[in-house]
């Protein structure tokens, strides 16, 4: 049986994704003594990002340029990461539960018909035979999972599955691999996209999020100064987006984004199981609230009955006095 792991990395404006090297952690985590191959795809030069995939754990590279990956589709991945599969034949194959993740695996899973684990948020090991964790029910509970025929293919969580530490002395192969990418039916020719200031939602450490008792948009400028001062990233509930005092691409939920963030604070949140979807695996989670009885309170670690207007000014003051 073949001990490689193909690790699939994503990158946003030129930078890989932390969640690519969380993967390498993973494949790491499913067989220790794999060879870890970062798989890295986009139309320019990948050759700083497949040394950076070395330092964080993987032992070797395979990059592919071409045209038609300067954007993602599912279609132009897909033929790559299919041909790359065939002649690597890898024991187990690791991605990022991203937006790409989410839509690309189930493809190859499917063109491949071997099952796949997604959304894994940790990793054991029971003998040889790697376990995953993963949430169901909306975060409400949690199963185990193996996948006991064929390749073990999953996409990991993001901010779940710690990355290695970054050794710069590491050395491995960097193959360029000449693959036509062709016959798509779809072709991006350009991604326009919404101006987005700050730090990324999805791989902030601190996230904080305002609910509809925020009252407004500029109910929301607190929260942007907090976060700033926290190094993080502002978020909100459906009920903040659909009263139009954010942007939906802030929404956090089951229907939003899911964030796993090292502190999680919920401004004026009653704590909806679909909000909760989203967030009830951050590692730390405060509450502001007026009511005592919201149901945030029950699966906050610390919380604050109080009105959001005098209490979240009060802890931007209390930080910058730090
Ligand atoms: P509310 O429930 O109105 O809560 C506002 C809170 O603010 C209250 O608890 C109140 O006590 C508090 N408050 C008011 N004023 C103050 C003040 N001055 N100081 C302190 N506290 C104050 N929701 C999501 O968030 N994400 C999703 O992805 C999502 N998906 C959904 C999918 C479906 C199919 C459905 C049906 C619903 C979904 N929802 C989602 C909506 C969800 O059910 C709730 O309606 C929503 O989360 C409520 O948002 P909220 O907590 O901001 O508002």
Redesign the pocket.
């Known amino acids: 049986m073949s001990d490689k792991i193909l690790v699939i990395g994503e990158s946003r404006d030129g930078a890989l994704r932390n969640v690519s090297f969380e993967a390498i952690a993973a494949a790491r985590k499913i067989k220790e003594d794999a060879e870890v191959i970062a798989l890295l795809l986009s139309d320019g030069s990948l050759e700083d990002q497949a040394q950076e995939m070395i330092s964080y754990g993987a032992d070797r590279a395979i990059t592919v340029t071409h045209d038609h990956l300067k954007h993602y589709t599912s279609e132009g991945y897909g033929q790559v990461v299919l041909q790359v599969i065939d002649e690597e034949s890898p024991y187990g194959i690791v991605m990022g539960h991203t937006a790409i993740g989410k839509d690309l695996t189930p493809k190859i899973a499917s063109r491949l018909e071997i099952g796949l684990i997604s959304d894994a948020t940790d990793i054991d090991l029971d003998g040889d035979q790697a376990v995953f964790t993963r949430p169901i029910y909306s975060g409400k509970a949690f199963e185990k999972k193996v996948i006991k025929e064929g390749i073990v293919f999953a996409t990991v969580r993001p901010n779940n599955i710690a990355m290695l530490e970054k050794d710069d002395s590491r050395t491995g192969e960097i193959e360029v691999k000449d693959i036509e990418v062709k016959d798509l039916r779809t072709i991006i020719k350009e991604v326009l996209r919404k101006q987005s200031e700050g730090v990324d939602m999805s791989e902030a450490n601190v996230v904080i999020a305002g ?3 925020v ?1 407004s948009a500029e109910g929301f400028n607190p929260l942007y100064e907090l976060a700033e001062l926290l190094g993080g990233a502002v978020g909100a ?4 987006c659909d009263a139009e005092y954010c942007d939906y691409s802030l ?6 984004k899911v964030i796993t963030p090292d502190l999680y604070i919920a ?9 909760l ?2 967030m009830s695996n951050s590692k730390v989670i405060v509450a ?4 005592p009885e ?1 149901n ?1 309170f029950n699966i906050a670690d610390y919380g604050i009955v ?4 005098e209490v979240v000014p009060q802890l931007i003051e209390e930080i910058k006095q730090q």
């Open positions: 609910g509809r008792g009252k509930s459906r009920g903040a929404q956090i939920g089951q229907t939003g401004v004026g949140i009653s704590g909806a199981i679909q909000h979807a989203g502001i609230n007026k009511d919201a945030i109080g009105d959001l207007f």
